[in-house]
């Protein structure tokens, strides 16, 4: 067999389609993975219908980036893994082109940005940390984050005496920025959120110290009660098509305004100038971009760890829905749901289906 089924992107703002196309062969330090589990997420519908990050590849540009499943081949410089091996990892979003994304059977993985999946863990909550594990990762300890030097890491800052504010803690990416914050030893964990059923226990499991409803009148005062001016760093998680740019503005306004703070986002957003003037010693803003490949010496280090967080249970996988085989019609409709500002979950796809109980 040499061609496999895959879910193609021909033409932005066009649905994607069913088509055939061929099983890509490893190179170097690449391995051929046979796709137990494709996790789909928001920038997934921006590649759809906007183009974002696969332009370049119509019109056989393919989506999903959080990869699960089974080594079939492995190049002549690999030597983490083996055929057979259950593995897990981010397919490589910049310049891995349709070979190196998930909506098909079998895709290409770099070995330096993949990893063992613990033998408790099954492929489907495996594939839930990849991208959004790696994005919160970078926007905290990457210089083009946050750039926090932790003890977990090997550098020697501690963070016991110091406040984080994750904007969005119920978001996939916020849910490892409240984890990786623990591990990073902050004493104070705030995060907002909108509050369902156990939606606050549940985030204090993850690290956070201090839940507030986004909802609330008063938000920035109940954080502000917490942290006064002495707010050095902001993580704001939140997707700005949703929010309007409010998650940004929050996050920015609760810095301190006598000290140098940081502001690391996923997405684009504006300063508002007014807030912007207030902060008189200056502050740091960066938008992170969440790639393996883009921030190698870190990635590797990620993608070296991750294995032994799990199994210590310093970080747990999020929770997940799945979509079975490679069924076009639901896939088109849950990238729509994203469009359009719907309630999603975290969605996985089972290209080869019969091997999602594996």
């Known amino acids: 067999m040499d061609t496999q089924q895959a879910l193609i992107l021909k033409e932005v703002q066009r649905p994607l389609v069913l088509d055939r196309r061929p099983i890509p062969q490893p190179k170097g330090n690449q391995v051929l993975v046979r796709i137990i589990a494709a996790g789909i997420n928001p920038h997934d519908q921006k590649g759809r219908d906007r183009g974002l990050l696969v332009d ?32 897990f990892g981010q397919s490589n979003i910049l310049s891995g082109g349709p070979d190196q994304a998930g909506l098909q059977q079998f895709c290409i993985l770099d070995a330096d940005f993949a990893a063992p999946i613990p033998c408790h863990l099954s492929f489907d909550q495996a594939a839930t940390f990849p991208v959004n594990a790696i994005a919160s990762f970078i926007a905290l300890f990457d210089s083009s984050g946050l750039d926090l030097a932790p003890k977990f890491l090997g550098r020697g800052s501690d963070y016991a005496n110091k406040a984080i504010v994750i904007i969005g803690g119920s978001s996939n990416s916020g849910k490892f920025a409240l984890q990786f914050s623990r591990l990073a030893g902050f004493g104070k964990i705030i995060t907002t959120a909108k509050i369902r059923d156990n939606g606050r226990q549940s985030l204090r499991d993850l690290g956070a110290t201090h839940v507030i409803d986004r909802e609330a009148a008063d938000v920035e005062e109940q954080i502000r009660a917490i942290v006064g001016d002495e ?35 996923l997405v684009r957003a504006e300063s508002d100038p007014v807030i912007a003037a207030s902060k008189k010693a200056g502050f740091r803003k960066n938008q992170v971009l969440g790639v393996s490949d883009l921030h190698q010496e870190l990635a590797i280090m990620f993608w070296e760890m991750i294995p032994g967080w799990i199994e210590k249970g310093e970080l747990k996988p999020l929770g997940f829905s799945v979509i079975e085989g490679l069924d076009v019609v639901k896939v088109n409709s849950l990238l729509d749901d994203y469009r359009d500002g719907r309630a999603t979950t975290k969605t996985h796809v089972h290209p080869n289906h019969r091997d999602s109980i594996l």
Not at 74 to 79: A, C, D, N, T, Y
Request: avoid cysteine.
């Open 231 to 265: 707010l050095l760093y902001a993580f704001d998680t939140v997707n700005g098509s949703y929010s309007g740019g409010v998650s940004h503005q929050l996050a920015l306004s609760l810095l301190s305004t006598t000290k140098k703070g940081s502001l690391a986002t």
């Open 56 to 87: 370049k590849y119509l019109p056989q540009a393919i989506l999903a980036n959080d990869i699960s499943g089974i080594v079939e081949k492995i190049g002549p410089e690999v030597k983490r893994f083996s055929v057979g091996d259950r593995i």
